[in-house]
Protein backbone atom coordinates (compact mmCIF):
# COMPACT_ATOMS: atom_id res chain seq x y z
CA UNK A 1 0.00 0.00 0.00
CA UNK A 2 1.25 3.43 -1.11
CA UNK A 3 1.92 5.96 1.63
CA UNK A 4 2.91 9.21 1.36
CA UNK A 5 2.87 11.65 4.82
CA UNK A 6 4.58 15.37 4.38
CA UNK A 7 6.12 17.04 7.49
CA UNK A 8 7.89 20.43 8.24
CA UNK A 9 5.27 22.61 7.79
CA UNK A 10 5.18 25.44 10.08
CA UNK A 11 4.03 29.44 10.69
CA UNK A 12 7.10 31.89 9.56
CA UNK A 13 7.75 35.28 8.86
CA UNK A 14 8.01 37.02 5.41
CA UNK A 15 11.21 36.44 3.89
CA UNK A 16 11.93 33.32 6.05
CA UNK A 17 12.76 29.65 4.83
CA UNK A 18 10.88 26.07 5.43
CA UNK A 19 11.38 22.74 4.07
CA UNK A 20 8.99 20.36 3.36
CA UNK A 21 9.61 16.47 3.49
CA UNK A 22 7.24 13.47 1.74
CA UNK A 23 7.98 10.34 3.24
CA UNK A 24 6.73 7.74 0.86
CA UNK A 25 6.05 3.55 1.98
CA UNK A 26 7.34 2.37 -1.09
CA UNK A 27 10.59 3.05 -3.07
CA UNK A 28 9.90 6.49 -5.23
CA UNK A 29 11.63 5.96 -8.22
CA UNK A 30 8.45 3.78 -9.18
CA UNK A 31 6.49 7.05 -9.59
CA UNK A 32 7.29 8.51 -13.18
CA UNK A 33 6.36 11.86 -11.18
CA UNK A 34 6.33 13.24 -8.19
CA UNK A 35 5.15 16.33 -7.06
CA UNK A 36 4.07 19.09 -4.77
CA UNK A 37 0.52 20.86 -4.69
CA UNK A 38 -1.09 23.60 -2.43
CA UNK A 39 -4.83 24.85 -1.78
CA UNK A 40 -6.04 27.84 0.02
CA UNK A 41 -10.03 27.05 0.99
CA UNK A 42 -12.15 28.96 -1.79
CA UNK A 43 -9.06 28.60 -4.47
CA UNK A 44 -8.34 25.99 -6.60
CA UNK A 45 -5.34 23.78 -6.23
CA UNK A 46 -1.69 24.73 -8.04
CA UNK A 47 0.76 22.88 -8.96
CA UNK A 48 3.81 24.19 -6.91
CA UNK A 49 6.57 22.10 -8.44
CA UNK A 50 7.13 18.95 -9.88
CA UNK A 51 9.67 16.08 -10.63
CA UNK A 52 9.18 14.07 -13.76
CA UNK A 53 11.66 11.10 -14.20
CA UNK A 54 13.79 12.23 -11.65
CA UNK A 55 15.56 14.30 -13.25
CA UNK A 56 13.26 17.56 -15.10
CA UNK A 57 11.49 19.55 -12.63
CA UNK A 58 8.92 22.35 -13.51
CA UNK A 59 7.80 24.71 -11.14
CA UNK A 60 4.69 27.54 -10.34
CA UNK A 61 6.14 30.90 -12.08
CA UNK A 62 5.33 32.75 -9.34
CA UNK A 63 7.98 30.28 -6.85
CA UNK A 64 10.62 29.98 -9.56
CA UNK A 65 13.78 30.93 -7.91
CA UNK A 66 12.51 30.64 -4.23
CA UNK A 67 11.99 26.62 -4.43
CA UNK A 68 13.81 23.60 -5.29
CA UNK A 69 12.17 20.37 -5.46
CA UNK A 70 14.68 17.24 -5.09
CA UNK A 71 14.48 13.73 -4.00
CA UNK A 72 16.31 11.44 -2.23
CA UNK A 73 15.97 7.75 -3.46
CA UNK A 74 17.81 6.79 -0.87
CA UNK A 75 15.56 7.33 1.91
CA UNK A 76 12.71 7.75 0.09
CA UNK A 77 11.52 11.01 0.27
CA UNK A 78 10.95 14.01 -1.72
CA UNK A 79 11.85 17.42 -0.35
CA UNK A 80 10.32 20.96 -1.49
CA UNK A 81 12.89 23.76 -0.05
CA UNK A 82 11.32 27.06 0.48
CA UNK A 83 12.88 30.06 0.24
CA UNK A 84 12.11 33.81 0.58
CA UNK A 85 8.71 32.70 1.96
CA UNK A 86 5.69 35.38 1.60
CA UNK A 87 2.22 35.36 2.94
CA UNK A 88 0.33 34.49 -0.60
CA UNK A 89 2.61 31.34 -0.17
CA UNK A 90 0.07 30.31 2.86
CA UNK A 91 -1.10 26.93 2.32
CA UNK A 92 -2.00 23.45 2.83
CA UNK A 93 0.82 21.72 0.83
CA UNK A 94 0.57 17.89 -0.44
CA UNK A 95 3.10 15.93 -1.58
CA UNK A 96 1.54 13.18 -4.86
CA UNK A 97 3.75 10.34 -6.59
CA UNK A 98 2.55 9.45 -9.92
CA UNK A 99 2.86 5.39 -10.97
CA UNK A 100 1.68 6.57 -14.59
CA UNK A 101 1.30 9.04 -17.15
CA UNK A 102 -2.36 7.96 -18.57
CA UNK A 103 -5.50 9.27 -16.71
CA UNK A 104 -5.82 6.23 -15.38
CA UNK A 105 -3.04 5.74 -13.81
CA UNK A 106 -2.74 6.05 -9.84
CA UNK A 107 -2.04 9.35 -8.01
CA UNK A 108 -1.64 8.80 -4.53
CA UNK A 109 -1.33 12.03 -2.00
CA UNK A 110 -0.14 12.40 0.97
CA UNK A 111 -2.58 14.23 3.76
CA UNK A 112 -0.90 17.74 3.43
CA UNK A 113 1.00 19.74 5.46
CA UNK A 114 0.70 23.66 6.77
CA UNK A 115 2.59 26.23 5.64
CA UNK A 116 1.34 29.88 7.11
CA UNK A 117 3.51 32.85 6.12
CA UNK A 118 2.86 36.20 8.43
CA UNK A 119 3.71 39.52 6.65
Known amino acids: QVQLVESGGGSVQSGKSLTLSCTSS????????MNWYRQVPGKERELVAS???????VYLESVKGRFTISRDIRKNKLYLQMTDLKPEDTAVYFC?????????????WGQGTQVTVSP
Open 51 to 57: MIGGTNT
Open 96 to 108: TGESGFSSDSPHY
Open 26 to 33: VKIDIFVA
